[in-house]
Structures are given as structure tokens and as C-alpha cells.
């Protein structure tokens, strides 16, 4: 059975950008970027150099995941989002997204989220 290509992306959009690939074809069409293409936008010298990042139109609860990017390449990295017609789902995250801590390791900005330790 052959099922089109539209059709799996449509319902990555309905559903809350689910990340992953469809045949091959990564990115926005699938929700976010992979890890190797989010690299060049990620890299630092010291951990002010960077910022939390939404990976994707929706956030971690919803399909996307927190990272950390270059102050610099923050607005450019959200650029490469077209989120105006994605309908993301509405499940919360405790803590939020973007809660943690941005800091650079190895020459890379890498984001640790915060845990709850009322859980």
C-alpha cells in the first residue's frame, strides 16, 4: 500500500509536528530539524553564547524539542520555521520548554531542561 506523501505530511501537522523524517525528507516537513542540521546554528566559545531554542513550530510537549542555539543565530534559526498554519496540540510541560539551562560544551550550545522535583 502506497500512501502519499501529503497525506503523512498533513497529518504530522494535525497532530502536532511530530518530529522524524518521511522518506528521507527531514526539517520542517517533519516537525524539526535533526540534530547534525541544527549544528551549524549551535556553535559557542562560552556558555553566554547561548540561548534556548524551540526546535520546531510546536513546543517539546507537542512534537518539537528545547534546544540551545548562538545568541547570534537565534533569530535565524526561528526563521527557518514557517509556523503562521501549523496547529500544534495544547499538552503542557512541567516544567515549561524552555526551562533549563542553556551552557556550551565541547564548542556546542546544548540545553538541559529543568526537572521537577515535586514529580
Known amino acids: 500500500m502506497i500512501i502519499n506523501k501529503k497525506i503523512i505530511s498533513l497529518c504530522f501537522v494535525l497532530c502536532g509536528c511530530a518530529g522524524g523524517t518521511i ?4 526539517g520542517i516537513d517533519a516537525g524539526k530539524l535533526s540534530r547534525e542540521e541544527t549544528l ?47 496547529a500544534c496540540t495544547a499538552i503542557g510541560a512541567m516544567p515549561a520548554c524552555d526551562q533549563g539551562t542553556a551552557k556550551c560544551e565541547s564548542g556546542v550550545c546544548e540545553f538541559t531542561r529543568a526537572t521537577n522535583d515535586l514529580l
Open 23 to 26: 522518506d528521507g525528507v527531514s
Open 40 to 86: 551549524s546554528y549551535r556553535n559557542c566559545n562560552d556558555d553566554s553564547d547561548c540561548i534556548y531554542a524551540q526546535n520546531g513550530c510546536c513546543d517539546c510537549a507537542n512534537g518539537g524539542e528545547s534546544i540551545a542555539v548562538n545568541i547570534n543565530d537565534a533569530v535565524e534559526f526561528q526563521a527557518l520555521f514557517e509556523c503562521d498554519n501549523v
